[in-house]
């Protein structure tokens, strides 16, 4: 047992240091614009909204923007009600990363090491910058091919059998637990990599897997909220929006999730695709719904959270 818990904390290992090294690369290139695009084009709901898919997508991490937003509400440059666009658009553009690694390349995984390697080395930035998506690819692939590998072992595990099988027969344990997982590695990428993987071997059901994928997008507001610590109190609000936004999300979804899961299944056969599909469907859907409330979230989170935070 201690041998497959050590290679499952490898392979995660791998794979975050993969999705760190890949935004780095794409965060060096696009680092000196963010801000600029971040205080320029906020001034509308709908602006920040597509902005905030925008920039996650390059980025590749939902908590980064929301470090970066938080920072310049810190900072009185931009303030709490601009933010709402952001996140709902950041909870979309985080998405491609499941997609992406949905596609089989296992043949291209070798040159993607070996290519972004040596480019990570060169004095170019834009070769520093392409590198590190190379070889971040390369590495969250190596850990996929792993998590999918270990899949079977870990599961004859008695205690994840029990884990498991109360996932598969009551939906608020997997919300737990992704909840968890999530708050604990700092990545809902990760967790979700890790479920499609679990999906992929036909151990879990898509119910219970789509369950364990809503309580990630939960348990990555954590970051957000850690970030906010000791900052003036609408930099605050910035985290508890992403919070509430979140949970009110996961929360419109679960009377429908049978429903949800079915629609999915038409969409493709493949367990591991249909939970980044779930992924997608889910954030857009709830982000599309929340959009036109933005003023009204805002005006909730802050009497909800503002004047206490102002007293502190």
């Known amino acids: 047992m201690t041998q497959i818990i050590s290679l ?64 310049l509400v810190a900072a ?44 990570i080395f060169q004095s170019k930035n834009w070769s520093f910058c392409c590198g590190s998506a190379l070889f971040g690819l390369g590495c969250m692939f190596v850990a996929m091919n792993g998590f999918e590998a270990l899949a079977g072992p870990i599961t004859q595990l008695e205690w994840v059998q029990h884990l498991l099988q109360l996932t598969n027969k009551h939906i608020l344990y997997g919300l737990g637990l992704g909840t968890t997982m999530t708050a604990v590695i700092q990545s809902s990428t990760a967790t979700t990599a890790i479920i499609m993987s679990l999906m992929h071997e036909n151990i879990l059901s898509l119910t219970s897997g789509i369950a ?29 929006a992403h919070t509430w936004i979140n949970i009110i999300g996961v ?45 009204l979230l805002a005006a909730i989170i802050t009497k909800l959270h503002g004047e206490r935070m102002v007293k502190l």
């Not at 990555?220 to 970030?227: G, H, K, L, P, R």
């Not at 079915?262 to 709830?286: G, M």
């Open 212 to 240: 364990i994928m809503l309580g990630a997008n939960v348990g990555t507001c954590v970051t957000a909220m850690i970030a906010s610590i000791g900052t003036i109190h609408e930099a605050k609000l910035v985290a508890f």
């Open 76 to 119: 009185q440059l931009m303030n709490f009600r601009q933010s709402i666009g952001i996140i709902l658009g950041a909870n979309i553009g985080t998405t491609i990363s499941t997609e992406i690694i949905t596609f089989e390349i296992d043949q291209l995984i070798l040159p993607f090491l070996i290519i972004g390697f040596i480019m």
């Open 8 to 71: 499952f904390a490898v392979f995660l290992t791998i794979f975050l240091f993969g999705m760190t090294v890949m935004r780095l690369g794409l965060n060096t290139a696009s680092k000196q614009k963010l801000k600029v695009l971040l205080l320029r084009y906020t001034d509308k709901t709908w602006k920040s909204f597509l902005l905030g898919i925008l920039i996650t997508a390059v980025i590749q991490s939902s908590s980064a923007v929301m470090v970066i937003v938080i920072g």
């Open 251 to 295: 929360f419109l979804f679960l009377p429908f999730l049978n429903l949800f899961s079915n629609f999915v299944i038409l969409l493709t056969h493949l367990p591991d695709v249909q939970i980044a599909h779930a992924s997608v469907l889910f954030n857009v859907i709830s982000s599309l719904l929340l959009l036109p409330c933005a003023g």
